[in-house]
């Protein structure tokens, strides 16, 4: 369709289809309205000049907006105390800490412990998904071993305690197996019916009698598959966790290695809680209750290759973890300040640790216990409910993250009872006002996180779409230009003016650039942008 003379900032290119889309975004009910909704970004501004230079606010890149600290006094006793102790021994923001103790709690108490925040047959269980951007040279590894050594410990305590029945055992099983093995071979020399009978009926209680595997309790791995967690949950009693610095299993999810089409079943499964089956040639497994827990520290060009991936977000796989992205302290550390953590800090810790233990020892498969709130934590978080989901929608507060806010209650629920055990102890049968106010005010600070975090996968359109422009604005270099332009030049990602309209108003709300009308003699005005010179300079 030709560029008619009465709309000139009509980018020529646009076809019927296009028209359709505007009307039915802007509400209008002829092609003129709607274009005029369209170019002007929902109603037409009247005439201006360009906005003046000065008094421009910091932008915020897309992607790249500044988040909110999280304090590690959020944590309960000595975790907080911990949390502390740790960023500041590391040089490493809170943050950090925070999550990746969160992880280790629900390592710790998945499968044991669920909550009801109703108080009726609607569960959660206490497995949780944490990811933290964490640049390289950002010491996460140091961060991640202050937070695993206790588990580290406990684990060799269980196979030192469990190393002469695990060798009797297997020496059992062995010599059962060489038995079997020899009277299958005299099974199939038997001379008749008879012998063979009774030789089979031999074999068969021979495998009966045979004792099942022993293993030393496992709480956590690194680097595992998909395929092998499914084993692994088998043996550990139906739960287990990932807790890594590492990148690997974050890739095998998105399935980079296997063509963008990774099982991730056991994964969803393990969040939910929900029956696990599997049987496939040479594996089966089965499990009631699984639980899965991630503790991730991350470079963000991980987060960035696997962005690539559609079916990630899809999936709902992403709308489960909760994200940190932290400023990074690397550049701004004082290598002569050493702050070590009090031993008897770590004592605590571990202690404290070790006694949470005890529930995963007293509850293999039997069914978890169940926390409920209090009536007033119950309050709190219906309050924090219905807040996120007024803000749900198209055009609403959390617009382009619904999915991951969709959740947020059930993680909050997860988060508080996490909370409670810490600071209570397995003694713990209500979830109380205090541990529901620090998972809530986490909550608020994780959701501006999570915008970043969403950014930097990529997996905000929108968020997409800007920085795209800001790229264009950037190889321009120019203080202005108008919405024409910019179509015109990014034509091939910018179809229709509905998308590139959608893209302006995040730069705007960013302070990237500012909206103006053209005068055009004998013509409607035009749109125009200013940018802020911030962004030309940086």
């Not at 915020?60 to 944590?75: F, Q």
């Not at 590894?141 to 060798?167: C, F, S, Y």
């Not at 806010?405 to 409670?420: D, H, N």
């Not at 996180?449 to 997409?464: I, K, N, S, V």
Request: aromatic fraction near 6%; include cysteine; charge should be negative.
């Amino acid at each position: 369709m030709a560029r008619s003379e009465t709309f000139p900032d009509l980018p020529a290119d646009l076809d019927g289809s296009d028209f359709n889309d505007l009307t039915s975004a802007h509400g209008t009910t002829t092609v003129a309205d709607a274009i005029n909704a369209a170019l002007s970004g929902g109603a037409t501004p009247p005439d201006a000049d360009p906005a003046p230079a000065e008094d421009w606010p910091d932008p915020v890149l897309p992607g790249t907006g500044k988040t909110p600290d999280i304090p590690a006094h959020l944590l309960p006793g000595v975790f907080g105390e911990y949390a502390a102790a740790v960023a500041a021994n590391t040089q490493t923001p809170p943050a950090m800490s925070v999550l990746f103790a969160l992880a280790v709690l629900g390592t710790v108490l998945q499968r044991s412990f669920e909550v009801a925040p109703y108080g009726d047959s609607y569960t959660e269980p206490l497995s949780l998904w944490t990811n933290t951007a964490a640049a390289s040279a950002s010491r996460k590894t140091a961060v991640m071993g202050a937070w695993l050594a206790p588990l580290v410990h406990w684990e060799k305590v269980q196979r030192d305690r469990m190393r002469t029945e695990i060798a009797r055992v297997n020496a059992r099983r062995a010599v059962a197996e060489k038995r079997i093995e020899k009277l299958r071979q005299d099974a199939a020399k038997a001379s008749n019916d008879k012998e063979r009978h009774e030789i089979t009926a031999e074999i068969e209680r021979e495998e009966v009698e045979m004792p099942d595997p022993v293993q030393a309790p496992r709480l956590f791995t690194g680097d595992t598959t998909l395929e092998r967690l499914q084993t692994l949950l088998v043996e550990n009693h139906e739960r287990m966790a990932v807790l890594s610095d590492e990148g690997g299993i974050f890739k095998i999810m998105a399935g980079l290695y296997s063509g963008g089409a990774a099982n991730i079943d056991v994964a969803l499964q393990g969040h939910a809680g929900s029956p696990l089956r599997v049987d496939r040639a040479g594996r089966s497994a089965y499990c009631d209750k699984p639980a899965v827990s991630f503790g991730l520290l991350l470079q963000p060009d991980v987060w960035s290759e696997v962005a690539s991936s559609r079916g990630f977000r899809s999936s709902g796989l992403l709308a489960r973890f909760l994200f940190a992205v932290p400023e990074s302290l690397v550049g701004k550390r004082d290598v002569r300040k050493r702050h070590h953590i009090p031993p008897e800090l770590k004592d605590a810790y571990e202690k404290r640790l070790f006694q949470l233990l005890e529930a995963r020892m007293n509850t293999k498969t039997e069914a978890p216990t169940v926390l409920e709130f209090s009536d007033s934590a119950r309050e709190m978080w219906l309050d924090f409910a219905q807040a996120i989901e007024d803000g749900q929608g198209a055009g609403r507060q959390f617009d382009g993250i619904t999915d991951w806010t969709g959740k947020l209650p059930g993680a909050v629920a997860r988060i508080a009872a996490l909370m409670e055990l810490a600071d209570v102890g397995l003694q713990a049968e209500t979830v109380h006002e205090v541990s529901m106010q620090k998972a809530i005010e986490l909550a608020w600070l994780l959701v501006e996180h999570a915008r970043a975090a969403f950014g930097l996968l990529g997996a905000d359109e929108q968020d997409g779409d800007a920085a795209a422009v800001l790229r264009w604005i950037k190889a321009q270099g120019e203080p202005e230009f108008s919405q024409r332009d910019a179509q015109k030049a990014m034509e091939g990602r910018f179809r229709n003016v509905k998308r590139l309209v959608e893209a302006m108003e995040r730069l705007e709300t960013s302070h990237v650039v500012r909206r103006y009308m053209q005068r055009n003699k004998g013509a409607r005005p035009s749109i125009r942008y200013a940018v802020n010179p911030a962004c030309l300079s940086s």
